[in-house]
């Protein structure tokens, strides 16, 4: 713990403990407060916590961003550094406010949803109090009321006959892919979401460059 009594590590035990009611001998190390932490973080991180645990952040405002930086910048494992420099921004701010939506619909909450639809925002492809308006449609009206793009969009990947990408490590992912497609086309009159080569190359020269200027410290 830290010097004024701030437990790092042991939370379950000690509950355990109290719960027992019964005293236990432990061996422990007092850390000063300022260390709290970066000690924190690496503690058992070859164990059990994850990312989110870290950085006590939701785990789906977490997930994106690692998509994201697997998929866009091809950090392999990312890790806390990585991942916070996007967390405390803009990135972050997008995402904590599209998990705020609640929604029935599975496709809705999918990591790679989430990531197409702040990489959009971030690549100002769309407006974000529009986007946030549009997810907030998608979760709460029929499909009928949805944007005829978003309606195909539904249909596509959710039909259990197509094959789709679903690589965690590509932009070429069908899902991250086809919901960056209908988000910066639904309001032009397109009606069929066809990603051709010129739309891939441009989405992912879009989205690197969105992410770099948001963090360019990550890129040193």
Same mark, same amino acid.
């Given at each position: 713990y830290t010097n004024t009594g701030r437990l790092v590590d042991g939370q379950h035990r000690c509950l355990g403990v109290i719960a027992?009611?019964?005293? &236990?001998?432990?061996?422990?190390?007092? %850390?000063?407060? *300022?260390?709290?932490?970066?000690?924190?973080?690496?503690?058992d991180i070859g164990?059990?916590?994850?990312?989110?645990?870290a950085l006590r952040?939701?785990?789906?405002?977490?997930?994106?961003?690692?998509?994201?930086?697997?998929?866009?910048?091809t950090v392999q494992t990312p890790e806390t550094d990585d991942v916070e420099p996007f967390l405390?921004?803009?990135?972050?701010? &997008?995402?904590?406010?599209?998990?705020? %939506?609640?929604? *029935?619909a599975a496709l809705w909450r999918k990591t790679t949803f989430r990531a197409a639809v702040a990489s959009a925002v971030l690549a100002e492809k769309i407006d974000e109090g529009k986007a946030i308006a549009l997810v907030t449609a998608?979760?709460?009206?029929?499909i009928n009321e949805w944007p005829p793009l978003f309606a195909k969009l539904y249909m596509q990947l959710t039909n259990k006959e197509t094959k789709l990408n679903g690589s965690g490590r590509s932009l070429?992912?069908?899902f991250f892919m086809r919901s960056y497609y209908a988000l910066t086309n639904f309001e032009s009159g397109i009606t069929t979401i066809r990603c051709y080569a010129s739309f891939r190359k441009d989405m992912k020269f879009d989205v690197y460059t969105a992410l770099y200027q948001k963090s360019?410290?990550?890129f040193d």
């Open positions: 027992a009611d019964k005293p &236990i001998t432990v061996k422990f190390s007092v %850390i000063p407060d *300022e260390r709290y932490e970066e000690v924190y973080r690496v503690l164990a059990t916590r994850t990312l989110d645990d952040e939701d785990k789906n405002v977490i997930k994106p961003i690692a998509f994201l930086l697997r998929a866009a910048l405390n921004g803009d990135l972050g701010d &997008i995402l904590r406010r599209l998990v705020g %939506i609640k929604s *029935e998608l979760s709460t009206q029929p070429d992912n069908d360019p410290e990550i």
